[in-house]
Nanobody
Framework: QVQLVESGGGLVQAGGSLRLSCAAS????????MAWYRQAPGKQRELVAA???????NYADSVKGRFTISRDNAKNTVYLEMNSLKAEDTAVYYC??????????WGQGTQATVSS
């Protein structure tokens, strides 16, 4: 079983920055892909960014050049640096992790609100 706990959400003005963190814990923890998703009110959950254990990344077109995903494998932690934030980035952000086929786990979510 894997537990994911996000932190770092909050309220920021448009053009500002936020840094989200997600710490994973569990027994015999070894994580493959780690990712950030988001869900805005009335919309479906969407993939924001993902990173492999080796550091390969991919991003949604809407955040390319503004968001950066990174991870620390020793700490089992993934980060999302969000810059040049826009009102449309307002959403609940969820961390997710693939434990090499033993399951795909989700965090509880953290709210990020961008005021225009």
């Amino acid at each position: 079983q894997v537990q994911l706990v996000e932190s770092g959400g909050g309220l920021v003005q448009a053009g500002g920055s936020l840094r989200l963190s997600c710490a994973a814990s569990g027994s015999r923890l070894r994580l493959n892909i780690m990712a950030w998703y988001r869900q805005a009110p009335g919309k479906q959950r969407e993939l924001v960014a993902a990173i492999s254990r080796g550091g390969s990344t991919n991003y949604a077109d809407s955040v390319k050049g503004r968001f950066t995903i990174s991870r620390d494998n020793a700490k089992n932690t993934v980060y999302l640096e969000m810059n040049s934030l826009k009102a449309e980035d307002t959403a609940v952000y969820y961390c997710a992790a693939d434990a090499y086929g033993s399951g795909y786990y989700w965090g509880q979510g953290t709210q990020a609100t961008v005021s225009s």
